[in-house]
């Protein structure tokens, strides 16, 4: 009676048709998004360039060879990463499903990967461990893809092929082509890769920062230090979270988390609004933040009176903070992310039945993944 309502498991050779599938289709898209992001192209972040498959021959393997150096790094830390939670899974014999690559036809070609946890996690110890495997092994890989990156740079002539109008200056071509206050895509370099730069490359060869895009495997490193922080954010379900509740415990993660979510939507909405905004701007953009702000908050407190009076006080915040700094600004950008921690996944860490604590030599590992988010986090990735 009760087969005919379960789900039967997919068979073995479906399952892995599915993963090998995606992770084939995600290799074509960030090779086409490394094939892109190396052109000398005004708007590289754009749909990917299908067009050019209609090469054949020489030309088409030399774009793809270009694709290939962005791709093959940026996917090896990814698939690291995942695969650090599979096997520390399956190590605590937690049922788990081998990683879903999700490929976009768009800007890096990927959302990334991830694994499904297919049965309740029983410890808090299993919680750290399978948290913590996954950015920990795709950190190592990602430091090795920016040393590789730094201590191979090509030379000047590499990007004045790209820039033909870049060779009369020479190696001070960045005085010339970026003056102060000029545009261009960049991305900003956290604590540890400004170190690894400074230790290990060539400054006579180092690309200017809106340059890098142009540099495959530099740009794969620093972007697998962006997602490492990301995936470390202390808050809710991700692996950051999972190890800080490790450290604490839910009854002290669950009230230290409250308020770095608040923090953290602070920042991010810090000056969208002032004083000095014109009544447009309050009228339309207002609106949808004060209903922003309810439905991120609505889940965080425990009635709904809590919650509207906890999102009217963070904006009364960043409206005072504003008066007093008129020049701060926060990155909207994160107003996204925080829309998926505040109302799909939850910034609160479920209970785990056993709740013993860590021990001594995880206390340790777990702070070193605290100082490695430290040195990989910016607060305004991309500008």
């Known amino acids: 009676m009760f087969r005919r309502f379960e789900r039967p498991e997919p068979s073995p050779t479906r399952q892995a048709v599915v993963h090998i599938g995606l992770f084939l289709v995600t290799l074509v898209t960030t090779t086409l998004a490394g094939v892109q992001l190396t052109q000398a192209r005004e708007d590289p972040i754009n749909w990917l360039p299908f067009d050019i498959f209609q090469l054949s021959g020489p030309a088409l393997w030399e774009e793809l060879q270009r694709g290939l150096w962005f791709s093959l790094p940026f996917l ?3 698939t690291v990463h995942e695969f ?7 190590y605590n014999r937690v049922r788990s499903t081998l990683p879903y690559f999700i490929p976009f036809p768009l800007g890096l070609g990927t959302f990334g990967a991830i694994i499904r946890i297919k049965q309740r ?13 996954g950015p920990l092994a795709g950190f190592v890989v990602a430091v ?17 092929a790209l820039h033909p109008e870049y060779a009369q200056y020479g190696a001070n071509y960045a005085q010339h082509v970026y003056p102060p206050g000029a545009a261009g895509y960049t991305l900003a370099k956290p604590l540890l890769y400004q170190f690894l730069e400074a230790t290990l490359a060539d400054p006579a060869r180092l690309p200017h920062t809106n340059e890098l895009l142009h540099y495959p495997v530099l740009l794969a490193g620093a972007l ?6 990301l995936n470390l954010l202390p808050m809710g379900q991700l692996d950051g979270g ?12 669950n009230k230290t988390v409250l308020f770095i979510f608040l923090g953290f939507v602070f920042y991010a909405g810090l000056g969208m609004f002032s004083l000095r905004s014109s009544w447009e701007v309050w009228l339309y953009g207002g609106t949808a933040y004060a209903l922003y702000l309810g439905l991120i908050f609505w889940r965080v407190m425990p009635t709904p009176r809590q919650s509207l009076l906890l999102a009217a006080s963070v904006w009364a915040a ?5 008066v007093a700094f008129p020049n701060a600004f926060g990155n909207p950008g994160w107003l996204i992310f925080g829309l998926l921690l505040g109302r799909f996944t939850g910034i609160y860490h479920p209970p785990a039945p056993d709740e013993r604590p860590l021990s001594a030599g995880r206390k340790v590992l777990g702070w070193v993944m605290v100082a490695i988010f430290v040195v990989c986090f910016t607060s305004s990735p991309f500008k």
């Open 84 to 90: 650090g939670h599979y096997f520390t899974a399956r």
């Open 318 to 322: 960043q409206l005072a903070f504003t």
């Open 224 to 229: 697998s230090l962006f997602f490492t922080a």
């Open 144 to 160: 090795g893809v920016l040393a590789y990156g730094f201590t191979h740079l090509p030379p000047l002539e590499y990007l004045f």
């Open 242 to 253: 999972h190890i800080l509740y490790g450290l604490m415990g839910r009854r002290r993660f």
């Open 76 to 78: 090896a830390v990814l």
């Open 121 to 133: 996690i029983f410890s808090r110890r299993e919680f750290f461990d399978i948290g913590l495997a």
